[in-house]
């Protein structure tokens, strides 16, 4: 027993003391992702996707003659733990910038901890639009991802030319990214058909286990067509309860979802059971069924099955191997790796992607466009993909 | 509002009520009969779930394999339950409750990380099975035979167990225990075995409603911290320990939340926690508990 408590002591002794003096050849990233509970799906991939990012960088010679250092931690898509990570990576870790976190509740939180400590802050994910918006807006958060309106207007624009739809209804996980997602999208779609009327808005809780009642309730209203929030785990439970239902005879697969459901990682899931013939987005398409892919985006998904040692990669790796890429390109551009310096190189500056380009506006918002099109069944692949994916909304040239 | 609509709006309020029930049923079982809250329950279902696929990939990836596999999953996790009760339970009834909820507790995050070490984190999915996968009209509404089949299901392990419990001689031991576990030890009954069954029993139903969940719901991580809120709320309305409380409990639950959302369409939630608000302010001990 005494033996233990002398051990313990030790330990914690040893953990107090402050690591010596910071390896001045390296820049350290502080990454909180959630690498368990439901949305770890999420988190795992994003984290891969950054990783190679900095074994790429490194084994080109780094940045500004440092390596990068990737310092993950399982943020478990909690807001309070996503903070308490991000101060303990900068007081105890001495993180030189942080990036990560992975959804809307997160992402805000870490801000804050960024905008007091004065470090660059990249989010891959969040497309919670307050989180660039005054007051939440400071110098040192940047987002790469898309945002709830970015993605509003590209669903609104595909809906608006079903001319024959006059009846939209909308269903949303119940929190701030579903309230926003239906609510950005509304506010577009109004502009571009004024005639279609909003017919009927479910808002199931987020990890909802049976939407049953919300697809019948839908169903009720006969709406001609449906913008769908719902992603990961909750769209392939709603697809297995709807396509028996009759859903998406109902409303002739004119179903659009933003949030994703078009990467291969949710075709995976669902399998044959995916509803053929719905339209739907993802960041990168993995598989390109079309023409159009980047000559860039082939070496990237070689390098990425071979890195994640799976056969087909994953559709959000590349979130955060580009939350990655724009931080080191910021540090290129600063010269430096002082926060300041890097925020202020970081506004306006264009960096490189491996589905192009991608800007940060005044706001510090890239407006990632994303992938969209028609799910559909190729002999090559078991899983749905994306027919000619194209990228919405339309980048405008800067 | 059609009369169609209604109905299959009944239907999918029943659809729920009886995946609910499952579940709940062996929460109820344990907690009448043991007196312990067993955090760990939804970790098992998760565990049924996952055991199900596994069983599919090895049996029969693409379909008839799913009887097999779910009968598989429930019997493995119903082998979990007597190993978890034997080893470690055992020494926790009678003390405070403080002492289950904390090793339950303990319990749910060790099985997560199990599941997520064994499975990883990927989503995954088990096709219907091609019998049940059609569908049929009814009223002018669709119904889909699979779920059904678990609303014959749902009522069924009501009845078994109502059976069981009333009207066996096994069951008139369980009532014992339930009322003076003490006594009846003293009378010579074997109350660790009559434990340990109740247990195993409990288990299997969490497997088994894991496993069966399967062709409507997705698996992953975290889907055993979810159902575990919604399965104590039935508890709670129907009574804790009280079996057919537990049936009715879900039986409302599923219609509250149905039509509630007809009515309150911005809060999926308020119907179903007013409902259980109301329900332990007018009658703490549940709709069919008995006053404690």
């Given at each position: 027993?005494?033996?233990?408590?002398?051990?313990?002591?030790?330990?914690?002794?040893?953990?107090?003391?402050?690591?010596?003096?910071?390896?001045?050849?390296?820049?350290?990233?502080?990454?909180?992702?959630?690498?368990?509970?439901?949305?770890?799906?999420?988190?795992?991939?994003?984290?891969?996707?950054?990783?190679?990012?900095?074994?790429?960088?490194?084994?080109?010679?780094?940045?500004?003659?440092?390596?990068?250092?990737?310092?993950?931690?399982?943020?478990?898509?909690?807001?309070?733990?996503?903070?308490?990570?991000?101060?303990?990576?900068?007081?105890?870790?001495?993180?030189?910038?942080?990036?990560?976190?992975?959804?809307?509740?997160?992402?805000?939180?870490?801000?804050?901890?960024?905008?007091?400590?004065?470090?660059?802050?990249?989010?891959?994910?969040?497309?919670?639009?307050?989180?660039?918006?005054?007051?939440?807006?400071?110098?040192?958060?940047?987002?790469?991802?898309?945002?709830?309106?970015?993605?509003?207007?590209?669903?609104?624009?595909?809906?608006?030319?079903?001319?024959?739809?006059?009846?939209?209804?909308?269903?949303?996980?119940?929190?701030?990214?579903?309230?926003?997602?239906?609510?950005?999208?509304?506010?577009?779609?109004?502009?571009?058909?004024?005639?279609?009327?909003?017919?009927?808005?479910?808002?199931?809780?987020?990890?909802?286990?049976?939407?049953?009642?919300?697809?019948?309730?839908?169903?009720?209203?006969?709406?001609?067509?449906?913008?769908?929030?719902?992603?990961?785990?909750?769209?392939?439970?709603?697809?297995?309860?709807?396509?028996?239902?009759?859903?998406?005879?109902?409303?002739?697969?004119?179903?659009?979802?933003?949030?994703?459901?078009?990467?291969?990682?949710?075709?995976?899931?669902?399998?044959?059971?995916?509803?053929?013939?719905?339209?739907?987005?993802?960041?990168?398409?993995?598989?390109?069924?079309?023409?159009?892919?980047?000559?860039?985006?082939?070496?990237?998904?070689?390098?990425?099955?071979?890195?994640?040692?799976?056969?087909?990669?994953?559709?959000?790796?590349?979130?955060?191997?580009e939350a990655i890429e724009a931080l080191s390109q910021g540090?290129?551009?600063?010269?430096?790796?002082?926060?300041?310096?890097?925020?202020?190189?970081?506004?306006?500056?264009?960096?490189?992607?491996?589905?192009?380009?991608?800007?940060?506006?005044?706001?510090?918002?890239?407006?990632?466009?994303?992938?969209?099109?028609?799910?559909?069944?190729?002999?090559?692949?078991?899983?749905?993909?994306?027919?000619?994916?194209?990228?919405?909304?339309?980048?405008?040239?800067? | 509002?059609?009369?169609?609509?209604?109905?299959?709006?009944?239907?999918?309020?029943?659809?729920?009520?009886?995946?609910?029930?499952?579940?709940?049923?062996?929460?109820?079982?344990?907690?009448?009969?043991?007196?312990?809250?067993?955090?760990?329950?939804?970790?098992?279902?998760?565990?049924?779930?996952?055991?199900?696929?596994?069983?599919?990939?090895?049996?029969?990836?693409?379909?008839?394999?799913?009887?097999?596999?779910?009968?598989?999953?429930?019997?493995?996790?119903?082998?979990?339950?007597?190993?978890?009760?034997?080893?470690?339970?055992?020494?926790?009834?009678?003390?405070?409750?403080?002492?289950?909820?904390?090793?339950?507790?303990?319990?749910?995050?060790?099985?997560?990380?199990?599941?997520?070490?064994?499975?990883?984190?990927?989503?995954?999915?088990?096709?219907?099975?091609?019998?049940?996968?059609?569908?049929?009209?009814?009223?002018?509404?669709?119904?889909?035979?699979?779920?059904?089949?678990?609303?014959?299901?749902?009522?069924?392990?009501?009845?078994?167990?109502?059976?069981?419990?009333?009207?066996?001689?096994?069951?008139?031991?369980?009532?014992?225990?339930?009322?003076?576990?003490?006594?009846?030890?003293?009378?010579?009954?074997?109350?660790g075995t009559i434990y340990t069954g109740m247990f195993v029993?409990?288990?299997?139903?969490?497997?088994?409603?894991?496993?069966?969940?399967?062709?409507?719901?997705?698996?992953?991580?975290?889907?055993?911290?979810?159902?575990?809120?919604?399965?104590?709320?039935?508890?709670?309305?129907?009574?804790?320990?009280?079996?057919?409380?537990?049936?009715?409990?879900?039986?409302i639950y599923g219609e509250v939340l149905s039509f509630g959302?007809?009515?309150?369409?911005?809060?999926?939630?308020?119907?179903?926690?007013?409902?259980?608000?109301?329900?332990?302010?007018?009658?703490?001990?549940?709709?069919?508990?008995?006053?404690?």
């Open positions: 027993m005494r033996l233990q408590h002398c051990l313990g002591l030790a330990l914690a002794v040893a953990a107090s003391v402050p690591l010596a003096a910071r390896a001045d050849d390296t820049i350290k990233i502080g990454f909180p992702i959630p690498l368990s509970g439901p949305t770890a799906v999420y988190g795992e991939p994003i984290l891969k996707g950054a990783q190679m990012a900095v074994q790429e960088i490194n084994a080109a010679g780094g940045v500004l003659g440092k390596k990068l250092e990737l310092l993950p931690r399982d943020s478990k898509a909690n807001a309070d733990e996503a903070v308490r990570l991000a101060r303990e990576l900068i007081i105890k870790d001495s993180v030189d910038f942080l990036a990560g976190t992975l959804t809307s509740a997160e992402a805000p939180a870490v801000s804050t901890v960024a905008k007091e400590n004065k470090i660059v802050f990249v989010a891959p994910t969040a497309k919670l639009t307050q989180l660039t918006l005054p007051p939440q807006l400071h110098p040192y958060v940047f987002r790469v991802s898309s945002n709830t309106a970015v993605e509003g207007q590209a669903g609104a624009s595909l809906m608006a030319k079903f001319t024959d739809v006059k009846t939209v209804a909308t269903i949303a996980p119940d929190y701030a990214y579903g309230r926003d997602s239906a609510a950005d999208f509304i506010t577009a779609l109004k502009k571009l058909r004024p005639d279609i009327t909003i017919v009927d808005q479910e808002w199931p809780k987020l990890g909802e286990a049976d939407f049953t009642p919300f697809i019948n309730a839908q169903m009720g209203k006969k709406p001609d067509a449906v913008y769908c929030s719902l992603f990961a785990g909750d769209f392939v439970t709603f697809t297995k309860e709807a396509t028996p239902l009759g859903y998406f005879k109902a409303i002739n697969n004119r179903l659009l979802d933003p949030a994703e459901v078009g990467t291969i990682d949710e075709a995976q899931a669902l399998g044959d059971q995916y509803p053929y013939g719905i339209i739907a987005d993802a960041y990168d398409p993995v598989v390109w069924g079309g023409a159009n892919e980047p000559a860039e985006h082939k070496t990237f998904v070689k390098d990425l099955q071979t890195f994640m040692k799976s056969q087909y990669g994953s559709g959000w790796a590349i979130v955060g191997y540090i290129k551009k600063a010269g430096s790796t002082k926060s300041d310096d890097v925020a202020k190189a970081m506004v306006g500056m264009t960096f490189d992607t491996p589905v192009g380009k991608r800007t940060f506006n005044a706001d510090h918002e890239t407006l990632s466009p994303e992938y969209w099109g028609t799910m559909v069944k190729e002999a090559a692949y078991p899983f749905a993909i994306i027919k000619d994916p194209q990228l919405l909304p339309a980048p405008t040239t800067n | 509002m059609a009369p169609s609509f209604l109905f299959s709006q009944f239907m999918g309020g029943l659809t729920t009520a009886m995946f609910l029930f499952l579940i709940a049923s062996g929460l109820s079982l344990v907690f009448g009969i043991m007196r312990v809250i067993n955090f760990a329950h939804g970790s098992f279902y998760m565990l049924g779930a996952y055991l199900a696929w596994q069983g599919v990939q090895w049996f029969h990836p693409t379909g008839p394999g799913f009887w097999a596999a779910s009968l598989f999953a429930a019997c493995g996790v119903g082998v979990l339950g007597a190993v978890v009760e034997r080893l470690f339970f055992r020494s926790l009834y009678g003390r405070e409750e403080l002492y289950q909820l904390l090793f339950t507790y303990a319990l749910v995050l060790i099985l997560g990380d199990a599941a997520k070490f064994l499975w990883g984190t990927d989503q995954l999915s088990v096709s219907t099975p091609p019998v049940l996968a059609g569908s049929v009209q009814i009223f002018g509404s669709t119904q889909p035979l699979y779920n059904l089949f678990i609303m014959a299901i749902g009522p069924l392990i009501a009845f078994l167990g109502w059976l069981v419990l009333n009207r066996s001689g096994v069951g008139r031991m369980v009532r014992a225990a339930q009322m003076d576990r003490e006594m009846l030890d003293a009378l010579g009954a074997n109350v029993f409990s288990s299997f139903l969490a497997g088994l409603s894991g496993a069966l969940v399967t062709p409507i719901q997705s698996i992953v991580p975290g889907m055993d911290v979810l159902i575990i809120v919604q399965a104590f709320i039935v508890v709670v309305i129907g009574g804790m320990g009280s079996f057919w409380g537990t049936f009715w409990g879900s039986v959302i007809l009515i309150f369409p911005g809060f999926s939630l308020f119907s179903v926690f007013a409902l259980m608000a109301v329900i332990l302010i007018v009658r703490p001990w549940g709709l069919f508990g008995r006053p404690l």
